[in-house]
């Protein structure tokens, strides 16, 4: 029977952190905040939005809820980019994503004309590239791969020289996620849609983070005794009974069922990364709080 590791245990010892570095700050005269910038009524960016708000208020970081039209225009998030540069009171910043249709071609701009300084979930290529280089001056890394080594961290799992394999190379989870096990002296392999052999490839893996975002594509043919499972994809499963009772539930890569007998340790979805993602948010705009 596998250790269950809980999102819930690392949010709580970093909420306590949190709570204490944002008291001290605020005894100097600065409140940590966090200007989130959301276009339009899309029911996911308001459930994040207030359950970021709740998280912060629990540690003392000040939100800011900039609420935009669905077309707005491209000069205008320009703007407002800039002036969130510029006002010394706003320690993070915060784009909700993914941006409108008519906005997407501007991704990049808009991203980037953020500083890096504020940036909280690395959205911008220079905080991309610290990520990369494993530097912490400037940038932020994502949250959820960063929820990843607090978990790691947390249940004191240590990465050295161990072999660990990661499902997946976007830029938000897969690729950032690799580099940062590698800062901590894995050997790391990354696994996407074009690899051979996924299944032995993870099968001689110590760790394995799977971010693929594809239901109960993570099986037993994946897994052995001993492995550490952190399972960061949230899908939807109409078939998995919910807290009312009924079917539909959220659920992640791994086919929790059939892992959980055979592995050492792994995540439950939910209540695994998920839960320890918006504390790592605010984690990131304390710090950028504190550097300034």
Known sequence: MAKLLLGRDVTDALNTNLSARSAALQKKGITPTLAMIRIGENPSDLSYE?????RAESVGVRIISMTLNHDVSRA???SIIDRLN????????????????????????????LDPRKDVDCMTHLSNAGVFEGRTDFGFAPC???????????????CTGKSAVIIGRSLVVGKPAAMMMLDRNATV????????????????????ISAAGVLNSLTKDFVR?????????INWDEHKPNARGTLGAISGDAKFEELEPIVEAITPVPGGVG????????KHVIEAAERS
Do not use: F, W
């Open 50 to 54: 207030q359950g970021a708000k709740k």
């Open 86 to 113: 510029q006002d010394i009171s706003v320690h993070g910043v915060l784009l909700l994503r993914p941006l409108p249709a008519h906005l997407r071609q501007y991704s990049n701009e808009l991203c980037n004309r």
């Open 189 to 208: 392999t990354i696994c996407h849609t074009k690899t051979q052999n996924t299944a032995q490839i993870c099968r001689n893996a110590d760790i394995i």
């Open 275 to 282: 839960a320890v993602t918006t504390s790592v948010l605010m």
């Open 76 to 78: 205008e998030m320009l």
């Open 144 to 158: 959820t791969p960063a929820a990843c080594m607090e978990i790691l961290d947390y249940y004191g799992i240590d």
């Open 225 to 233: 005794p001993g492995q550490i499972i952190i399972d960061v994809s």
